[in-house]
């Protein structure tokens, strides 16, 4: 007879919660995105070519203009500039824009002045680059980045309508060697379908500038970076969550709209660009970004839940060491196919097969980011004004 004492049922009930949680999460909120991908052609305007400004911030980035700029002049599109701020580079990033300035008579070039006195320079640029845009349809991604091919601009821009003011893309990270690199895939896989999954619901939060659309009009009507001047960063996660509403954004993830970003070499790079998010991330309003904290607090809770299971089962009633090993596994499989094929709906390599390691992993690191954002002196986020 398989009888249970309290301690045994009390284990055994949070392992089942959990897995109902977890698989919820899984199944609704990360599978969002791969359900609504085959209605997402349909929400396209054909033909809607609206004139559009391609914004893109250089500091020191003149190889990686020579490797990408070609990808942006080049798309299929009728009418279309590139604006490139170059805020003080020290390298050739002057001499590359002018060269290709005489062939593109679409690109245009302007910089932030060396003696500017701006709570965050990247911000000051993307300002001049917005006011020097010619059309309202703002486009931006970054240096480091190209569209897949040259449908970009017409699969982006297609999702507006008079209605919407704000697109959010993807972009997506290679598959590159090493478990570095798979550590950075799967994070960057997980925001996305983050971000992605509450804009479907209706509820953005924010958006990723590698590729990201709004309105010029909606910039201006927002002060810009007004509410977030005090911080370097915020240009693209803070500017959505301030302005992003139901009814003005739409997500557009076709293959087509897709960007690429070149391979992060050092570990000490991805590390600076998280501490980045997580000093805007506080200023997050609504409850988008708490309802996934509370996932990985679940996901915590349900692994200890589970081990101590099995340990107490194997002392005694071994069915509840199956049960738990049984809810484990079942959990996993279930997110190893969502997250598998949003990964390949989103042409990014899967990672299936370190899953196991890094969403144990991943989690942890970002709770490390967030400490070690807090013993980072805070002039390292604000500017502070001298007398």
């Known amino acids: 007879m398989f009888l249970l004492n309290n301690t045994e049922l009390f284990l055994l009930g949070i392992s089942l919660i959990g897995f109902v949680i977890l698989s919820l999460y899984y199944l609704i909120a990360y ?7 085959k209605r997402t052609d349909d929400t396209l305007e054909e033909g809607n070519k609206l004139p559009v400004s391609i914004i893109i911030y250089a500091k020191n980035d003149s190889e990686n203009l020579k490797k990408h700029l070609p990808a942006l002049l080049t798309q299929d599109y009728p009418e ?3 604006v490139v701020i170059n805020d003080g580079s020290s390298d050739d990033t002057d001499d590359t824009l002018k060269f290709f ?15 500017a006195r701006y709570l965050s320079r990247r911000k000051l640029a993307f300002t001049l680059g917005a006011k020097a845009a010619k059309y ?13 091919n040259d449908q970009w601009l017409s699969a982006m821009v297609g999702g507006y309508t008079p209605e919407t003011s704000i697109i959010l893309g993807y972009c997506k990270y290679s598959n590159y060697k090493g478990f570095f690199h798979k550590l950075i895939a799967y994070d960057n896989l997980l925001t996305g379908l983050r971000y992605l999954s509450s804009a479907l619901s209706h509820h953005p939060y924010t958006g990723n ?15 810009g970076y007004y509410q977030s001047l005090n911080l370097h960063a915020g240009d693209d996660d803070l500017f959505i969550n301030e302005a992003s509403t139901k009814e003005n954004t739409k997500v557009i993830y076709t293959p087509d709209s897709l960007t690429e970003m070149d391979q992060i070499e050092r570990f000490g790079i ?4 998280k501490v980045s998010r997580a000093a805007t991330q506080r200023y997050y309003k609504g409850s988008a970004l708490t309802f996934y904290h509370l996932e990985s607090t679940c996901f915590y809770l349900f692994q200890a839940s589970v081990i101590a299971t099995v340990v107490i089962g ?3 009633n071994w069915l509840i060491s199956l049960i ?14 969502v997250f598998g094929k949003s990964a390949r709906m989103l042409q990014q390599s899967p990672t299936i097969g370190w899953l196991f390691l890094l969403e144990f992993i991943q989690p942890i690191f970002n709770g490390y980011v967030r400490i070690y954002r807090l013993f980072r002196s805070r002039k390292d986020y604000t500017f502070r004004l001298e007398n």
């Open 324 to 337: 738990a090993i049984l809810l484990y596994l079942i959990r996993f499989i279930i997110k190893a196919i």
């Open 270 to 273: 991805w590390k600076e660009m």
């Open 314 to 316: 194997l002392q005694g």
């Open 80 to 82: 279309y500039q590139v």
């Open 101 to 115: 300035q005489n062939e593109y008579k679409h690109l245009y070039h302007t910089y932030v002045p060396s003696d």
């Open 31 to 37: 599978a969002r995105p791969l359900r609504a991908s």
């Open 209 to 223: 500038g590698r590729n990201l659309s709004y309105r010029k009009e909606l910039f201006f009507k927002h002060k």
């Open 136 to 148: 309202d349809i703002l486009l931006f991604t970054e240096a480091n980045c190209q569209p897949l």
